[in-house]
């Protein structure tokens, strides 16, 4: 199999993604449609892309949990994430997730680029997750609590909100709070055990400040209702701070 898609694969791949994703990613579509294409019925491709030598694209089949098992398996690789983007594509009846992720490998000198050893570490342990029965919890908690630096004491300042979206359809929640150690996992879960599927999602990180965006559906694809998104909020706020907390009204 050629290592690059076609021109006509590329196209394709790009007009399969929203419209979001082609304004913001015009110069990366042929990295990613690369590794869509490498995968083929693997479980899951991993590779680099991006000019400043830190991001990495992970393609799979889309499935609820799918999130909280690639931020594990980036938890035990040692990537702290600055920033992250997760898209599904509609591709031969089925929903493929393209997720990008902008880096730092804890491991590496500051600045020092990614290299294929490192998606290949990924893809191997997201794989491990994705097509056995080991559950990466233990692993991942044990990993943050080693990785955790010390911080002020006292509450999190967070706040967890559904707002409209111009979208239509789906429910967006935004979430904002300081940034620590497997905070994407810690999120991801408590989303997961709430039994909604991310179907798109934004996170950045600035100066130690995470805004995060998760557009949700539940499991069989229906809308979120108002009574349950009170209880996803709980659980979100739960997942950064394991306390009670004043939970803000959706707008």
Same mark, same amino acid.
């Given at each position: 199999? =050629?290592?690059?898609?076609? =021109?006509?694969?590329? $196209?394709?791949?790009?007009?399969?993604?929203?419209?979001?994703?082609?304004?913001?990613?015009?110069?990366e579509v042929v990295a990613h449609a690369?590794? !869509?294409?490498?995968?083929?019925?693997?479980?899951? $491709?991993?590779?680099?892309?991006?000019?400043?030598?830190?991001?990495?694209?992970?393609?799979?089949?889309?499935? =609820?949990?799918?999130?909280?098992?690639?931020?594990?398996?980036? %938890?035990?690789?040692r990537f702290d994430v600055n920033h992250?983007?997760?898209?599904?594509?509609?591709? /031969?009846?089925?929903?493929?997730?393209?997720?990008?992720?902008?880096?730092?490998?804890?491991?590496?000198?500051?600045?020092a680029a990614l290299v294929q050893a490192? !998606?290949?570490? @990924?893809?191997?342990?997201? !794989?491990?997750? @994705?097509?056995?029965?080991?559950?990466?919890?233990? $692993?991942?908690?044990?990993?943050? $609590?080693?990785?955790?630096?010390?911080?002020?004491?006292?509450?999190?300042?967070?706040?967890?909100?559904?707002?409209?979206?111009?979208?239509?359809?789906?429910?967006? @929640?935004?979430?904002?709070?300081? /940034?620590?150690?497997?905070?994407?996992?810690? @999120?991801?879960?408590?989303?997961?055990?709430?039994?909604?599927?991310?179907?798109?999602?934004?996170?950045?990180?600035? /100066?130690?400040?995470?805004?995060?965006?998760?557009?949700?559906?539940?499991?069989?694809?229906?809308?979120?209702?108002?009574?349950?998104?009170?209880?996803?909020? %709980?659980? %979100?706020?739960?997942?950064?701070?394991?306390?009670?907390?004043?939970?803000?009204?959706?707008?």
């Amino acid at each position: 199999m =050629p290592r690059r898609p076609s =021109p006509e694969y590329t $196209a394709a791949f790009a007009e399969s993604l929203p419209k979001a994703y082609r304004e913001k990613h015009e110069a990366e579509v042929v990295a990613h449609a690369s590794v !869509a294409f490498r995968r083929g019925d693997s479980a899951v $491709a991993v590779g680099l892309f991006g000019r400043a030598g830190n991001g990495l694209c992970v393609v799979a089949n889309d499935r =609820p949990g799918l999130l909280s098992i690639i931020s594990a398996a980036l %938890v035990l690789c040692r990537f702290d994430v600055n920033h992250a983007e997760v898209y599904t594509r509609a591709v /031969d009846g089925h929903q493929e997730a393209v997720d990008l992720f902008w880096v730092r490998n804890l491991d590496a000198k500051a600045g020092a680029a990614l290299v294929q050893a490192d !998606a290949e570490r @990924l893809e191997k342990t997201v !794989a491990t997750y @994705l097509t056995g029965p080991k559950d990466p919890r233990g $692993a991942v908690e044990r990993q943050i $609590a080693e990785q955790a630096q010390p911080g002020p004491t006292g509450a999190v300042d967070a706040t967890v909100r559904f707002v409209a979206d111009p979208a239509g359809g789906l429910a967006t @929640l935004e979430v904002e709070t300081t /940034d620590r150690s497997g905070l994407l996992y810690s @999120l991801a879960s408590a989303l997961f055990g709430q039994h909604v599927q991310i179907v798109e999602s934004e996170v950045r990180t600035v /100066d130690n400040r995470v805004f995060d965006r998760f557009r949700l559906v539940e499991f069989d694809g229906n809308p979120i209702s108002s009574a349950r998104r009170l209880e996803i909020q %709980v659980a %979100v706020l739960n997942a950064i701070e394991p306390a009670r907390r004043t939970v803000p009204p959706a707008s």
